[in-house]
């Protein structure tokens, strides 16, 4: 994510129980209303349990009820709402109305597959948000169902914060069909072809594997394909309201920054990516294979959030425990592509207290809204400081054997330090002592 105008320690300890239910796959068939606006259908996730004990339960989170929860006092229901569930019993919704405890009918194996399925209603909010709407356009950001995941600490159950993402997700595969107005264009997660459908409407399907999240969006976008020297498919939707100028530089930014991190951390394995441009959107928003972009003349966010592709997508993390291991990484990454001169940039960094933390969790910062800033400032200061103290080539090495050991796996503070560390034999203790990576 980036702001407009602007940890934990690590979750999975060596040894301990492997992140569960794994491998999911979602196949979903949603039709969408005359504006795009209201999707209703069906979805089923399969998965498998990994851990060595038995799985009783698992957790859908209802991510698009972040904002208002429960439903309005007025009398709104929930954004997202689930029912019919088929393959398990389902529990009252919980944490304001983000997870859904649905009991299985008995205890899942090790290695053993289920699978639950059920309705699903989706009501896009009246706002401009990455689950929202820009005039008539409309952003599915967190919008369908996902599994929440299980490892040693038990399940995340984290709330949902506007200030950044609390977003956790085991890499999983999808195949989404949206019936939807011909006029409405679709750009979506994975690889997607639009078909003829019912008079007047159209079927866009959309195949991803190995992603964390299906994001889409909906509306009279104009549209752009060019693939990249590298052969990457980049997908330009922009709304004509938007800067000419910005959507040019943000296409061109756009696709130097999937090849050039594509050398730097290992290929884009997806094939195809989504730029969303609308001039009022707040910053920009990441997503597998889609990234949202406020777009002004200036340009967009594009780099950092093309850059999330592997901070967060690919190599994932639990954004709510240590979300400087998506935003730190993503906006060294644009430092980086844009040659900015972050020599000594960390020693300007001011920490408000001594609890303050680069590595600490969403609940600190989402309490300190005014200091989470330094998970892209000092944080993207403190793999500058770093790269110095390595030296760029070894640095260079570093993240290119990190990315490729953690691919669609759980990056850690831990993991992060341990690899960092085995690339030198200076001790790293005061380096990360003085950046306070913790
Ligand atoms: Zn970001």
Known sequence: MTQSGT?????????TQSATPDRPRYDVTLRGNADGSRWTGRQRVSFRNASTGPLREVYLRLWGNGVDKCGTATGTPPAVRVSKVRGGTASRPAVNCTALRIALPKPLAHGERASVSFDVSITVPERNDRFGREGAFRFLGNALPVLAVHDAKGWHLDPYVSTGESFYALASDFRVALDHPSNLKIPATGRTSTHPGRPGRSVTVSVARRVRDFAWAAGPFRTAVETTPGGVRVKSYWAPEASATGVNLTREDGAAAVDRFGKEFGRYPYGEIDLVMTSEFGGGMEYPGLVLLGTTEEGSAVVH????????????ND???APWLDESFAQYANARFYGWDTRDCWSEVDWPSDRTALTNSMAHWAAHRGEYHLVYTAGSCALADLERTLGADIMARLLKRYAHDHWYGV???AAFKKAAQSMTDEDLSPFWKRHRIR
């Open 319 to 321: 954004e709510y425990g």
């Open 7 to 15: 940890g934990s320690e690590a979750r999975t300890a060596p040894g």
């Open 411 to 413: 990056s850690t503070t």
């Open 305 to 316: 959030e093309v850059a999330h592709q592997w901070w967060y997508g690919i190599v994932g």
